[in-house]
């Protein structure tokens, strides 16, 4: 998420890389324990949300001189944004998925802090497909949290 973040708005220096995973719940603990024993991958740390908590676990992994927040996705948005996601090689046959910008920009109205309004709103005034936003917005039932953003976006238009 954080290239294609970069790619269709203005960086900033979260100094991290979010990473959204479909594990089952009762999976979640091996997963973090098996991260325990991989080369480089020591010292994760497990956060399990409170109850009205959005993210109900993330776990945090050095790497090397950042982190990776791999968030488990909590609800059916969260998986449907990994499945339709755009998909790149790396390093000769690594593939990895890259959430698509329109799922970007819900995504961080669903946790909405001051500055993912920020971020959205440049998401938005990026080339991205706004009939596609609205669509996925109404979905996710936060159709008031998307205007907020078009009228912010309005503003920061350069």
């Given amino acids: 998420m954080v290239w294609l973040f970069q790619f269709f708005s203005s ?19 091996s997963f973090y324990g098996g991260l325990k024993f991989i080369k480089g991958y020591n010292l994760p740390k497990h956060h399990r949300g409170k109850k009205l908590d959005y993210i109900k676990d993330l776990i945090e992994v050095p790497l090397g001189n950042t982190w990776a927040d791999i968030i488990v996705a909590p ?13 790149i090689t790396i390093f000769n046959d690594l593939r990895i998925k890259i959430v698509r910008p329109e799922f970007l920009l819900i995504l961080k109205l669903i946790s909405a802090s001051e500055q993912d309004y920020i971020d959205c709103a440049q998401l938005w005034n990026a080339k991205i497909n706004r009939r596609v936003v609205r669509k ?16 912010l976006a309005k503003n920061i238009k350069s």
């Avoid at 960086?11 to 603990?29: F, G, H, Q, S, Y």
């Avoid at 609800?75 to 998909?87: C, H, I, M, R, T």
């Avoid at 996925?136 to 009228?151: G, K, P, S, Y």
């Fill in 75 to 87: 609800g059916e948005f969260e998986e449907k944004a990994v499945n339709e996601s755009l998909v």
């Fill in 136 to 151: 996925l917005a109404e979905e996710a039932h936060i159709t008031t949290a998307l205007r907020r953003v078009i009228n």
């Fill in 11 to 29: 960086p900033r220096a979260t100094k991290d890389i979010d990473i959204i995973v479909i594990i089952n719940r009762d999976e979640i603990i």
